[in-house]
Each structure stands twice: as C-alpha cells, then as structure tokens.
C-alpha cells in the first residue's frame, strides 16, 4: 500500500474505510476515557475491562465464525494471547487503575505520548528518527514530565505508576503487532486478541482480589454497554485495522484528538478540575506530537 495516500489524503484519496477507522480512534475513544471513569462507579477496573473484552470479542467472534471465518491456528492463538496481555491487559488495565485516583482528562492528556514511544520502539528496527521527529519526542517527554509536577498525579504517585506502566505495555504491543507476532488476518484476529486480553484482565481481577459488586449503578452499567459496543467493537477494531493498513503514525495520531476531547468532557460533564499549568503541560505534549506526525507525514511523502 502506498503510505503517501494516507498521508496525504486530500490530494490522493483517503479510503473511506480508512477515513472511518480515523474518525473511530478520534472521536470515540476519546470519549471512553470518561465512561471508563463512569463505570468504576460500580465495577472495578480489572473486571471492568476484561468483562467488556471477553463480551465485545465474543460478540465479534461469534459473527465471523457464522460467516464462515475460521478459528485463528495455535500461532496466531499464542501472538494474541501476548499481544492482547500487553495491549489490554497491561495498557486498558492500567489505564482504568489510574483513573481510579487521577481525572480522566489527564491520564488521557499523559496518554498522547503513545507515539513518541512508538517512535523510539522503532529504533529497535532501524527507523532513526529525523531531525523533526526527535525534536516532537523532546516536546512530548517535557510536556510529560510538566504533566506529572501537577497536582492530579502529584496526589497520586500509584496512578502515575499505573498509567506510565499502561502507555508502555500499548506503545509495545502496538508495535509487536506489527513487527513480530501478527494476528490472524481480519476481524478474527481482532476478536482472538480481545478473548486473550479479556482472559489476562479477568485472570489479574481475581488474583488482585478485586470486588466483584452485587448490583451495578445505572450510570456504570450504561457506561460500560457504551464501552463494549463504541470503545471495543468499533473503536478498538478501527484501531487495529489502522496499525494493519496505515503508517504506525497515522495509526497513532489519535492521540493528539483525544485529550482535547477527553479534557473538554471532564470538565464539562464529570466537573473535573484542570489546574493553568496541567492545561499548558497538555499542550506541549501536543505540540511535540504533532511535531512527530508532521515528520512522518513529510518523510511518507517523499
């Protein structure tokens, strides 16, 4: 596939397909990071988010095998079984620990250096960064490291630890998804990967001794029918198309619609409080994300 198309859609054409994925990853998982919060009114986060993987990838699996679609072979069950362990496991289970004790909008805003670490992951693979690239990555860690001074994660070192833990288990799936261990080829392997992680989720609910609650709060319980229909079934799959069929930049550059989206609706609907500074940290991270994705995008295009 040429990756000048994608980088360049309005002068070559963007697939519609593709165009959908973006919007997906843009749009409505910045808008999970809440329901996440929402949800842990009632459900802990581990059982949270291996219950909604387990239902959206059975779901999944369930329509591609009544169309005919085979089970994935025992590679491909053991690429999604480490894939799904670092992606959901370590990167939605962390993400939903911190947000236990850290506002939504920034763990999300902590979150867009997802692709400076993808960046650096590269390098194992011999894709140096320009000139560009690296000064995004400079932006990004120092608007991170700005972040982490403010008084959300101050208060909260376990969270902090939480979502560090979680941007580098996703940043080190993604790109084992692509470079290594493949999944099998379509919506079944999607499914594959979130059977595996919802199994890791559940497996670490119960030896963390989590909760499980008697009754679920309304508000939980629609937030987290939001996640396993928005978040999983459509946001998570358009993401793993995008690492599949765009440039791990494209694929990534959700993260720099996100926090805006998420901060917007923290504020606006969970009343959370953004200090001055947290909101200009965010915005150097932003920066430097953008810096990143420019470079890609002009090195695409040459």
Not at 109 to 128: D, H, K, S
Not at 266 to 273: I, K, Q, R
């Amino acid at each position: 596939m040429n990756t000048s198309s994608l980088t360049h859609p309005a002068r070559t054409g963007l697939s519609p397909r593709l165009w959908l994925c973006l919007a997906a990853t843009w749009l409505i998982w910045g808008s999970t990071y809440l329901a996440i919060k929402w949800a842990l009114v009632s459900l802990p986060p581990f059982l949270q988010m291996g219950s909604r993987f387990l239902v959206a990838g059975a779901a999944l699996a369930g329509w591609m095998r009544w169309r005919g679609v085979p089970w994935p072979n025992r590679r491909e069950w053991g690429h999604a079984a480490v894939v799904g362990a670092l992606m959901l496991g370590g990167g939605m289970g962390g993400t939903a620990t911190a947000e236990q004790t850290v506002g939504s909008g920034l763990v999300v805003a902590f979150i867009a250096v997802m692709p400076l670490l993808i960046a650096g992951l590269q390098l194992l693979w011999g894709e140096r960064p320009a000139r560009l690239e690296c000064l995004g990555m400079a932006c990004g860690l120092a608007g991170v490291l700005l972040l982490t001074q403010g008084q959300g994660f101050e208060a909260s070192p376990a969270g902090l630890v939480a979502i560090s833990v979680a941007c580098a288990c996703w940043a080190l799936g993604s790109v084992l998804s692509q470079r290594v261990w493949p999944l099998a080829p379509g919506a079944m392997g999607f499914a594959s990967e979130m059977l595996a992680g919802g199994a890791v989720l559940m497996a670490l609910s119960l030896a963390t001794g989590e909760t499980w609650p008697q009754a679920v709060a309304p508000q939980a319980a629609w937030a987290w029918l939001y996640l396993v229909v928005f978040g999983s079934l459509l946001g998570f799959n358009a993401y793993m198309v995008l690492l599949a069929e765009a440039p791990a930049g494209l694929a990534s550059s959700y993260s720099f619609v996100n926090p805006v989206i998420a901060l917007l609706l923290g504020v606006g609907l969970a009343g959370e409080t953004i200090t001055a500074g947290e909101w200009q940290a965010a915005g150097v991270v932003l920066v430097g994300v953008v810096l990143l994705l420019t470079a890609r995008a002009r090195s695409a295009g040459r």
